[in-house]
């Protein structure tokens, strides 16, 4: 069954029919960087594929939902160990964030890309908050196509991709999923599906909440606030059931969010957030978390620790790194305890 009934991904998939895919991501998995060329003709060919799907794909159960990965490379190919092949029997959701942060989110989103390009149909990525080209410029995957290729202007080329990802998509017509959260400028599926979201990620609006926006589990009862991010809102409980209520769906399933266990259920299980990078930053200590949403649509969370090799990077950090990483550590110390 195609993700996007309007098209046929195979269409395009023949234009790179003589690539092996198999030993393309065999050799990211291994540090090994394709050409300038070669990453040229997968970023073109994965643009001109995406940027035909909808902004809402239409998935089938069952679908493996996988949250921030944030270019931690050794731990993203845990995780596709354990999601297994794609296929129509177990499709592949990323939810965004797969880049920025890590030491190898290069390698991490041509593994992603090359996966969308050899299952078409069985492999969707959405949008993340850090899909962004000034966020890319801030949290250092503009740094590292840089250093790792020594062009500066090559890291528009991966942009590109980025301003064409879809916003949203939806499992078995129950589940809703979305890398951040709801927007009150987009009350229904039909609002989110008229977004132009072939662009820059605007600084407000309905794409900008869809990407940055969380669940208010300090004051569920507000509709919505300012978020302390400083970029669209937070949303109550009221908001997010009316949204689910009205376009027939059960809960969100959502990233975006740290969160110490991997996974985290908001408003009575009708938010489960899923963050998907072990050790963030190398740092955190915190467990991560994909979840399984079978044809039952109901999610099996499954957690896991960081990977040896993520232990291993943290502990060879530089003392800048050790000092962002200390500094997002004190942030998060600092939620908690308001929220006690």
């Known amino acids: 069954i195609s993700t996007n009934q309007n098209i046929n991904p195979r269409k395009y998939y023949t234009k790179m029919q003589g690539t092996n ?37 239409k998935l089938e159960a069952p679908v493996v939902v996988i949250g921030n990965v944030n270019g931690q490379l050794h731990d993203f190919i845990e995780i596709l160990n354990k999601a297994g092949t794609p296929s129509a029997d177990n499709r592949l959701l990323f ?64 942009f590109e991709v980025f301003d064409v990802l879809p916003l949203a998509a939806t499992i078995g017509k129950k589940v809703i999923a979305i890398h951040g959260g709801i927007s009150k400028n987009a009350k ?44 669209s809102e937070i949303f109550g409980e009221k908001p997010l059931k009316e949204f689910l209520e009205k376009n027939g769906f059960e809960y969100l399933v959502r990233t975006h969010q740290w969160v110490e266990e991997g996974y985290k259920y908001d408003f009575g299980k009708k938010v489960l957030t899923v963050f998907s990078a072990p050790n963030y930053c190398y740092q955190c200590g915190n467990k991560a978390g994909i979840a399984k949403i079978g044809k039952d649509l109901k999610a099996e969370v499954i957690t896991f620790e960081a990977t040896a090799d993520n232990l291993k990077e943290g502990e060879n950090l530089s003392e800048e790194e050790k ?11 600092q939620l908690k305890q308001k929220k006690n």
């Open 21 to 57: 895919y198999n030993q393309v991501i065999a050799d990211l998995k291994d540090r090994k960087l394709p050409s300038v060329e070669s990453v040229k003709a997968t970023l073109a060919q994965a643009k001109d594929l995406i940027k035909k799907e909808p902004n809402v794909l």
């Open 95 to 158: 939810l965004g964030d797969l880049v920025c942060r890590g030491h190898n989110s290069l390698e991490t989103l041509l593994i992603a890309l090359n996966l969308k390009l050899q299952y078409p149909d069985y492999v969707t990525i959405l949008r993340g908050k850090m899909e962004v080209a000034a966020i890319c410029d801030m949290y250092g995957f503009s740094n590292e196509v840089e250093e790792k290729y020594k062009d500066k202007e090559f890291k528009t080329s991966f």
């Open 188 to 231: 229904t599926l039909e609002d989110i599906e008229k977004i132009d979201r072939m662009m820059l990620c605007p600084k407000e609006g309905a794409m900008t909440d869809l990407i940055w926006s969380d669940p208010n589990d300090q004051k569920p009862e507000v509709d919505f606030e300012p978020s302390p991010r400083g970029a």
């Open 323 to 333: 000092k962002k990483a200390q500094e997002y550590l004190a942030m998060i110390n």
